[in-house]
């Protein structure tokens, strides 16, 4: 997996190099660092760990063994100093790239995916990007016309409708075609991923699910449309 260390004047480098020492992680990941070596030996300095980090140049060099971090540096931007708990141009721009390059790995098979470090939206902006985050970065890569975001905790997957909106244009994404868009694509994926059933519940937007209206119409007028249009094309749905 490729680890993007995130803004390397944020908390991202010292999240990654603590979580890999919990030498369990090798168990269930290969991983190898994006980013640069400074950056991480200078996290690894900051919590006194006695890991040690080399530099490879792509991913089929890692040997990917407990206690030696082996990073991928992008760029020219190893050995620059970044200010730390700052926001920064060139950490955005930094810290962009290796995000780029990351999902570069993934979509040229160099990898089996990536896992990302905080980043600063600010930052990025600064340093001239125009994505406004990861989602942005990947569908810009890909050429996709849609992409989506989901969490997930155990049993329980969260797809979002919506990502990197405010509240109010959120709102008004909540449409019954927008709806019907992403329950098709959750449910394409859950089939993918080897859930013969799959069971979607699609949340309800206004408090109390609007109370029959009291609160807001978005429920009757978009929601439960496209709850009802998922159950014709024979979809587990439900909300």
Not at 25 to 35: A, E, F, H
Not at 57 to 65: N, V
Not at 167 to 173: D, I, L, M, P, T
């Amino acid at each position: 997996l490729a680890v993007t260390i995130g803004d390397p004047s944020g908390i991202g480098p010292e999240v990654v190099v603590k979580a890999l020492k919990d030498r369990s992680m090798y168990d269930i990941m290969r991983p190898v660092l994006v980013g640069t070596v400074l950056v991480v030996q200078k996290a690894l300095d900051a919590i006194k760990s006695d890991d040690t980090v080399v530099a490879v140049s792509k991913p089929s060099e890692a040997k990917c063994e407990p206690g030696v971090i082996e990073v991928i540096s992008p760029g020219d931007w190893e050995g620059t100093e970044f200010p730390v708990g700052k926001h920064d141009a060139g950490s955005g721009k930094a810290s962009h790239l290796w995000v780029e390059e990351a999902a570069k790995m993934c979509m040229a098979g160099d990898v089996e995916g990536m896992v990302t470090a905080p980043v600063n939206k600010e930052s990025w902006n600064m340093g001239g990007s125009k994505d406004t985050g990861h989602m942005e970065v990947f569908r810009r890569l890909s050429g996709s016309s849609y992409v989506a975001t989901m969490l997930v905790s155990g049993q329980m997957r969260c797809m979002h409708l919506s990502t990197h909106m405010s509240v109010g244009e959120a709102v008004k994404y909540v449409t019954t075609e927008n709806i019907m868009t992403a329950t098709r694509l959750t449910q394409k994926m859950f089939k993918e991923w080897g859930f013969e059933n799959p069971r979607i519940a699609i949340a309800a937007l206004n408090p109390h699910a609007s109370d029959n209206g009291l609160i807001g119409s978005e429920e009757a007028d978009e929601i439960a449309p496209a709850v009802a249009q998922a159950i014709s094309e024979g979809i587990d749905a439900s909300g």
